[in-house]
């Protein structure tokens, strides 16, 4: 029954609970006629206290994991500004979901500026989205360290990409297409195709970067998981 379940297993699932709450979103910096998060080295910081759970509905990802949602400007159709975010992990797995926009690209460069995955579109339309024209990076395995994540428009592609080595397709979590993994891209260019100035009137967009719950939470589960298993086991004999 019910309330003869371990009181301290009962006491950790509300204490491990994710938040109701959710943090502020993170609203991009730069502004019109300027260019000041063109690049990896002048990438726009998200703070680890961004990254809050629970996942708001538009972030298609990872409903048990915690969210960063920042709002941007992007240039639209056929111009060249390159937004660059970066975020630091002690190893996880995220998916990028990007919502709004003219036809946007997303691409992710690890702490060197070297491209590790890529994407244009994403179909069929994702929740948030209203086409597949929405880029998503999808279920990608991150170690520790700072990554940089840029949001640009077609055809503004980043130039290590046809350099590449190789190409692995990337999904998202319901099995559709979610963008490429990038092997053997040249080291450390972070280059594109244009870098223009944001324009004083853009397409604004939504970036929801999430991930999977932390690997300690995750252990902690496992353990209460075993605990009610091993107390049904009990309780079973003792019947």
């Known amino acids: 029954m019910l ?10 699932v509300l204490v491990c609970a994710p938040s109701a709450g959710r943090a502020a979103v993170i609203l991009e910096t730069e502004v019109g006629g300027a260019a000041t998060n063109n690049s990896v ?3 726009q910081g998200i703070p680890d206290t961004a990254f809050t759970a629970p996942s708001p509905p538009t972030a298609f990802g990872y409903t048990v994991g915690s969210t960063a949602t920042i709002q941007g400007i992007g240039d639209g159709f056929l111009n060249g500004d390159v937004d660059f975010y970066s975020f630091t992990t002690g190893g996880n797995t995220f998916t990028f979901d990007i919502d ?3 036809d946007t690209v997303l691409s992710l460069f690890d702490s060197s500026g070297t491209l590790i995955a890529f994407s244009d579109d994403s179909f069929p339309a ?10 998503f990076i999808g ?9 940089h994540v840029a949001v640009s428009s ?16 990337l999904t998202r979590p319901d099995g559709a297409e979610g963008g490429l993994g990038v092997f053997g891209a040249s080291a450390g260019d972070s280059s594109f195709s244009f ?6 009137v853009g397409s604004p967009y939504t970036l929801h970067i999430t991930q999977n719950p932390e690997p300690a939470s995750l252990a902690l589960w496992s353990l209460l998981g075993l ?4 107390y049904r086991r009990r309780q079973r004999t003792a019947g």
């Open 3 to 12: 309330q003869s379940f371990p009181r301290w297993a009962a006491f950790a």
């Open 41 to 43: 080295a002048t990438a």
């Open 100 to 102: 709004g926009g003219a």
């Open 126 to 135: 994702d929740p948030g989205s209203a086409d597949g024209f929405d880029a």
């Open 139 to 147: 279920e990608i395995a991150l170690g520790p360290g700072t990554y």
């Open 154 to 169: 077609f055809p503004n592609f980043p130039n290590a990409l046809f350099g590449a080595g190789a190409l692995a397709g």
């Open 195 to 200: 870098d223009d100035a944001q324009p004083a």
């Open 227 to 230: 605990a009610a298993a091993g």
